[in-house]
């Protein structure tokens, strides 16, 4: 059985890019910008999934630095688990092939996976470390308008 605290450190991990703008970063010369508000509405992690209503929640997500290939910024986390509610924040790092890497303030370890954008939907899936792989699914509530 998964425990509030291994769940926790699950969706704060898959957290990090679920939350593009409406442009997938993978393939591109340039990270896209992922400053927006998201809603989670899926969550996955050992064969057991939760939706909406089980899992909802709200994540912020600001760039605050780019490069040509990588972009990273902040981001913040507000959901709610059958067993509590889970607040968090850390910093992340996304390249322009979509490769991602975060860290957070619940747990020490640096989580890292691969994210994949269909239309407003995001889909980060986290791959190491072993302790917080996840699935995660948001939908973009707010995204902020590019600087052009």
């Known amino acids: ?3 509030r605290g291994r769940l926790a450190v ?10 593009c703008g409406p442009e997938s970063p993978t393939g591109m010369s340039t990270p896209t910008d992922l400053t927006g508000t998201y809603s989670l509405v899926e969550q996955s992690r050992d064969g057991l999934t939760l939706t909406l ?22 981001w913040d986390l ?3 688990i059958p067993t509590g509610r889970i607040v968090d924040r ?6 322009d092939t979509g490769a991602w890497m975060q860290t957070s303030s619940i747990s ?15 889909i980060l899936e986290v791959t190491a470390p072993v302790s917080a ?3 995660t699914v948001w939908i973009a509530a707010f995204i902020a308008a590019s600087e052009s």
């Open 1 to 3: 059985m998964m425990t």
């Open 10 to 19: 699950s969706l704060s991990f898959g957290v990090l890019l679920a939350g």
């Open 53 to 74: 209503p089980m899992v909802a929640g709200t994540l912020v997500l600001k760039e605050t630095s780019r490069s040509a290939f990588a972009a990273a910024g902040t």
């Open 78 to 80: 507000d959901i709610t």
């Open 90 to 95: 850390g910093r992340y790092r996304i390249t």
């Open 108 to 122: 020490p370890e640096t989580a890292t996976g691969r994210v994949e954008l269909r239309d407003l939907q995001l």
């Open 133 to 135: 792989m996840a699935r």
